[in-house]
């Protein structure tokens, strides 16, 4: 038993059908989801935004440390910064550095080095990761299961965005080490995402793509 506790009043129970109701209608929601690739340079007030990242930080994580950071960019000098970064890995990667196979697994999202979305787009949320904190006094504290806890905020984030009316394309450049350089992020943070947000541009686009059945994807014991 934990040392220091209090009682959890916060748990809401719902009788059955409103549970078959809830759960229900949250998958008819999430399955709206796309990855966007073409954004609307429309304005998003920041609340939203910071709404959607507090969201974010209620994350389950290893030992409760939190090994997360999250930059917002919304200045258009440092997103044109991002946007030459990512290009120029992209270009490698397209070009010079992926294996056929993942290309052809790509092939069918239309994917390619130029990524004018991380202009255009009001906001760029750059995930790190810490793999260890840093107390005021500047001791290391070692991170736990960095990778699933900042896996999972992500999760929420991108879950928050989308039941906030917003969209959002995952972007893995890769190697990321630019965002480092260029936000200013110590090296024991490691760039894990970035996430594009915004409004969809009119009329977008997106890949015909299916997802896998339940039966596929779960096994019931
Ligand atoms: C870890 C991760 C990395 C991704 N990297 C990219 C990327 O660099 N560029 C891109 O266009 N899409 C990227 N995606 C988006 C996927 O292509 C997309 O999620 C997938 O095709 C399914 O489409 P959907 O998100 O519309 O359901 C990434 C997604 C994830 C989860």
Same mark, same amino acid.
């Given at each position: ?131 260890? @904190?840093?107390? $005021?006094?500047?001791?290391? +504290? ?9 896996? !999972? *905020? =992500? ?42 947000? @915004?409004?969809? $541009?009119?009329?977008?686009? +997106? ?9 596929? !994807? *779960? =096994?019931?014991?």
């Amino acid at each position: 038993m934990a040392q220091n506790t209090i009682p959890y009043t916060a748990y809401q129970e719902y009788p059955i059908e409103e549970m078959q109701r809830r759960a229900a209608e949250f998958y008819t929601d999430i399955r709206r989801r796309r990855s966007i690739r073409d954004f609307s340079n429309r304005p998003v007030p920041r609340e939203i935004i910071e709404n959607c990242l507090r969201a974010a930080g209620t994350a389950p994580n290893g030992a409760n440390l939190q090994p997360w950071h999250f930059v917002v960019v919304s200045d258009a000098a440092i997103k044109y910064q991002i946007r030459l970064g990512a290009e120029k890995e992209e270009w490698e990667f397209y070009h010079r550095k992926a294996p056929a196979e993942w290309l052809e697994a790509l092939a069918p999202l239309g994917t390619d080095e130029h990524k004018p979305f991380l202009e255009t787009a009001p906001y760029l949320i750059a995930i790190f990761a810490q793999s260890y @904190g840093v107390l $005021a006094n500047g001791q290391k +504290v070692k991170h736990y299961y960095v990778q699933e806890s900042v896996g !999972i *905020a =992500t999760g929420i984030l991108i879950t928050a965005i989308h039941h906030a009316g917003l969209v959002s394309l995952t972007h893995t450049p890769s190697p990321m080490g630019f965002l480092n350089d260029i936000l200013g992020r110590p090296a024991h943070e490691h760039p894990f995402l970035l996430l594009v947000v @915004g409004y969809p $541009a009119e009329n977008v686009q +997106v890949p015909v793509i299916t997802k896998k059945s339940l039966g596929e !994807i *779960a =096994t019931f014991l």
